[in-house]
């Protein structure tokens, strides 16, 4: 099969293509696989979920750590003989990466004098196996990958000097000319893309010095493999300096291996602001080169106009090379709609500059399966896990808003997502976390940036307008720029087909979150008819309007349908026997809502915390034994907490993933109220002296509740765990509840 004809020249239409994040980097004696974390390392199904995206090449890994880690005469190639020739029936090119972040098997590192050639040799082994392959990355990364290995002591080796830096930059780049020569001896049409991070950095003028060699640092990669180095380079004397040799860069000279397309990578902080002024940033974002303190930031998170982003670069790099490009990496750490909005973004830059002149092929959505724990570098598994077109956090991956997206951009179809009509964190007021900067050099026309605007875009429709959870919702939407209305109960009464007919045609939304409901367990049992008007009757009538006006609905259950007899954690598809009124509301509810609209998302949830209320039972507990008075829970029921800014934000994410039916959501931990309150209080360091231990029978509680009523999910457990949100609801309360949201990527820091 003939694959010349899958990466067309620039006057072909913008191609899609995907990436598989499969890191195996290196730290002291440790290596940390990503494949072997996000399941595909067995699941040969995985392929056909890419191919339906509509992607025409995949970035794909037979690495030289996986495949020979003792030598070529051992090599294990089973895994590549199986995968390789299914990409190829299913119509996508492999691009096949040798080296991705590692530092090879354990008897060679990049700083090792016989890396280059141990690495052609795996090369031409892997080019005579496939003799088929066209496209290769021997290195990913190479500039990246010596920074964090050679400069910052990330990774393996742990470098942490400039001679380390370019001893291992040297190293990537012969090896990458050599393991191309070896492939090219059996396919002579083999070509190299080659990729690493499209950086720059922006400074004040006091540190003009070091922004200028950053910027220069930059292209070190690409420079060596097209044989641009020798004496008249900008950093000629910085190589000789690190202890290069002459002789080692001028080789380059004498043996380029131009890369056929040039791979670039494009992150949130792949745009760096230094500033000399300690003062105006937190400590957090201090830092020093070469002896002299600073701060080093994200642009957006400083920037008074942001930069224009990935575009001029792209120009930048087409102007220096004139080589055919293509976006390697694109991929944002963020909420979903801020993923969707990241990558229509960057596409839409590449189709400008393409249609300005430039040899632009692709955008690769990166990566297919989400990542694991890139906000520490991977150099730990703390279980921190940023979602793709898949989510892998469930029995299989399950598809998300991105893949949707991923289909319509690969097939030209106009982008239908409302969310879209929103600005990404990365546009908006609140992206700052110091005093803002203006500066000529990074202002620019950021127009036709988003998939397109709106001036009415569509809100979500949000009922309980004076809850806990509606409030909630109303102040996520809000800093994730979602569009939505908090409705009252006088202004729609959900159990009024009327009324609610009258909010959707007044609103238009694409989506309605109820949050709206009966609570009082105990008055349930003599409120009945009240109870089921507002817990079963009105999300019934909602989830009728919801399909016939074809928008999505979210209703939420709880835990109370369960009776507790299983003695452990529940999940979706366990049988409901509510034992109290309130349970049976909820069940009823259930039924009804998902028998009226099949597409429904409802949300089992139990026992709320968050920083936003003074009524929940963790703030209650710690406001009393803070202050040295007494407080009951009971020692005998157990549930699982759910810290509501968690809950909110994973409700948004399936909702824009167009999830539908029953899902159990909660921080992922089974235990007591009074350990509940014993926890926070040893996180929180409060005595817990006055807590008073008791069973539910001594509570006097009316309504009969379930002892085991906790819940965990066979749809993937998508919450944090309960510690980290234990945590962050400490930090909340201390700060007012006015900051929250996901750590992010320290990907690419200078």
Not at 154 to 171: C, D, K
Not at 291 to 312: N, Y
Not at 321 to 350: C, F, K, M, S
Request: charge should be negative.
């Amino acid at each position: 099969m003939n694959l010349n004809n899958h990466i067309q020249p620039a006057t072909s239409p913008l191609q899609l293509w995907g990436g598989l994040e499969c890191t195996v980097n290196r730290v002291r004696d440790n290596y940390f696989s990503q494949m072997e974390r996000n399941g595909h390392a067995a699941r040969l199904q995985d392929l056909e979920r890419f191919a339906s995206l509509g992607i025409r090449a995949i970035r794909y890994p037979v690495l030289w750590e996986r495949t020979a880690p003792d030598g070529i005469d051992s090599a294990d190639w089973s895994w590549p003989d199986e995968r390789l020739p299914v990409l190829q029936q299913l119509g996508v090119t492999p691009i096949v990466g040798l080296v991705h972040h590692g530092s090879g098997p354990r008897h060679t590192s990049l700083v090792s004098s016989d890396f280059p050639e141990k690495l052609s040799e795996y090369a031409g082994a892997v080019a005579r196996r496939y003799p088929w392959i066209e496209y290769y990355t021997p290195v990913n990364e190479i500039c990246t990958t010596a920074r964090f290995s050679g400069l910052n002591g990330v990774w393996y080796p742990h470098g942490s000097s400039e001679a380390t830096f370019v001893r291992a930059l040297i190293n990537q780049c012969r090896a990458t000319v050599l393991a191309m020569r070896e492939i090219r001896k059996v396919n002579p049409d083999a070509k190299l893309v080659q990729t690493d991070d499209l950086s720059r950095t922006y400074g004040t003028s006091e540190m003009a010095e070091f922004t200028n060699f950053f910027n220069e640092r930059r292209w070190l990669g690409w420079d060596m493999l097209c044989g641009r180095i020798d004496e008249n380079h900008a950093l000629w004397d910085y190589l000789l300096e690190s202890e290069a040799s002459a002789e080692e860069l001028l080789w380059f000279r004498e043996n380029p291996c131009p890369p056929d397309i040039m791979g670039v990578n494009y992150y949130i902080t792949s745009e760096r602001w230094l500033d000399h002024r300690l003062d105006r940033y937190p400590d957090s974002r201090h830092t020093q080169y070469r002896g002299v303190p600073h701060v080093d930031i994200e642009c957006p998170r400083v920037l008074a106009t942001p930069t224009p982003g990935i575009g001029p670069l792209l120009q930048e790099i087409w102007e220096r090379y004139g080589l055919p490009i293509a976006i390697t990496e694109a991929h944002i750490d963020a909420n979903r709609e801020d993923q969707l909005r990241w990558l229509v973004e960057i596409w839409n830059a590449a189709k400008k500059v393409q249609q300005n002149g430039a040899d632009i092929r692709a955008v690769t959505v990166w990566a297919l399966l989400g990542s694991f724990d890139w906000n520490c570098l991977v150099t730990e598994c703390r279980g921190y896990y940023e979602p793709g077109p898949y989510d892998v956090r469930g029995p299989q991956p399950r598809q998300t808003a991105v893949a949707h997206l991923m289909r319509e951009l690969s097939t030209g179809r106009p982008l239908s997502h409302p969310v879209l009509q929103g600005q990404g964190w990365w546009r908006r007021p609140g992206r700052l976390w110091a005093k803002p900067v203006a500066t000529r050099e990074a202002v620019a026309d950021i127009n036709d940036r988003g998939a397109f605007r709106s001036t009415f875009p569509q809100p979500i429709l949000i009922t309980g307008a004076t809850g806990t959870l509606g409030r909630a919702f109303a102040r996520i939407c809000e800093r994730r720029n979602l569009a939505c209305h908090v409705l009252s109960r006088q202004e729609m009464d959900i159990a009024d087909p009327a009324s609610v007919e009258a909010a959707i045609v007044r609103y238009k939304p694409w989506a309605i979150v109820n949050a709206s409901g009966y609570v009082r367990v105990d008055d349930a049992e003599r409120e009945l008819e009240r109870c089921m008007r507002e817990n079963a009757h009105g999300p019934t009538v909602l989830a009728l309007a919801a399909i016939r006006h074809a928008v999505r609905f979210l209703t939420f259950s709880s835990d109370l349908v369960f009776d507790g007899s299983l003695g452990r954690p529940y999940v979706e598809s366990d049988r409901v026997a509510p034992l109290n009124a309130y349970g049976r509301s909820k069940a009823e509810a259930e039924r009804r809502v998902l028998d009226s609209d099949p597409q429904a998302l409802v949300v089992r949830t139990s026992a709320f915390f968050g920083p936003w209320d003074e009524h929940n039972f963790v703030t209650q507990a710690l406001a009393a034994l803070s202050a040295g008075r007494p407080f009951a829970a009971a020692g005998d029921m157990t549930v699982s907490p759910t810290y509501v800014p968690d809950l909110v934000n994973a409700c948004l994410d399936l909702l824009i993933d167009k999830e539908s039916g029953i899902w159990h959501l909660s921080n992922g931990e089974a235990m007591s109220w009074a350990e509940l309150a014993q926890r926070a209080c040893a996180a929180a360091g409060i005595d817990p002296a006055g807590l008073e231990v008791r069973t539910a029978a001594e509570l006097g509680m009316t309504a009969p509740r379930p002892l085991h009523s906790a819940l965990t999910s066979e749809r993937g457990l998508i919450l944090p765990s309960f510690g980290d949100a234990l945590g962050r609801y400490l930090r909340e309360r201390e700060l007012g509840g006015e900051s929250f949201g996901q750590e992010e990527s320290a990907h690419y820091a200078s």
